[in-house]
Structures are given as structure tokens and as C-alpha cells.
Nanobody
Framework: QVQLVESGGGLVQPGGSLRLSCVASVSIFRTYPMGWYRQAPGKPRELVARYISSESPNYADSVKGRFTISRDNAKNTIYLQMDSLKPEDTAVYYC??????WGQGTQVTVSS
């Protein structure tokens, strides 16, 4: 069974940055799709950023230019660098290899 463990969430002020990490219990080499999703209170889960192939990842329009997804296959880890954070980015962020596995989520709160 694949396990995904996220870390790096927390409370940050608007305009600040956070870096999320997700460690997989299996090799992620050539694992696609794989990426980050989020769910805000009262809203459905939505895509943030993901790899669908070995080429460029895709991003939700709301995070383009502010968030960057990256991966280290040797460490079985993907990352989400989040810059210029806004209050509307507040959500639980999930790492996923859909539909195979989902992490437990990490809370990101953007507030002054």
C-alpha cells in the first residue's frame, strides 16, 4: 500500500511563503500523475499543481506564477513552494498519486 506523508504547513502572513513536502513510501520515478490538491472549508477539493508527464507540470490558474511544484526522485519526494500567499490559499493541502493514494493533508493558514 502506497503511503504519502505531507509536512510543512502552518500559519503565515499574507505575502509570505511556505514549502510543503510529500514523501512517498515507494519510488516515484516515472510516477504520473502526481501532485498537490487542496480543500478549503465548505468547498470541494481542487487541483493545485501536478505532474501528468515528464514534461512541464500544470497549475491551477489561481496559483500560476506564485506556486512551484518540484520533485526529487532519489528521495521519493515532491515539493510545493508557495510564494506570495493570499488568505484565499488557506486550505488543507493534500499530496496525491490519484487515484491510488492520498496523504493525510497538511493545514495551510494565511492570515494576519
Amino acid at each position: 500500500q502506497v503511503q504519502l506523508v505531507e509536512s510543512g504547513g502552518g500559519l503565515v502572513q499574507p505575502g509570505g511563503s511556505l514549502r510543503l513536502s510529500c514523501v512517498a513510501s515507494v519510488s516515484i520515478f516515472r510516477t504520473y500523475p502526481m501532485g498537490w490538491y487542496r480543500q478549503a472549508p465548505g468547498k470541494p477539493r481542487e487541483l493545485v499543481a501536478r505532474y501528468i508527464s515528464s514534461e512541464s507540470p500544470n497549475y491551477a490558474d489561481s496559483v500560476k506564477g506564485r506556486f512551484t511544484i518540484s520533485r526529487d526522485n532519489a528521495k521519493n519526494t515532491i515539493y510545493l513552494q508557495m510564494d506570495s500567499l493570499k488568505p484565499e490559499d488557506t486550505a488543507v493541502y493534500y499530496c496525491s498519486i490519484p487515484p491510488l493514494a492520498w496523504g493525510q493533508g497538511t493545514q495551510v493558514t494565511v492570515s494576519s
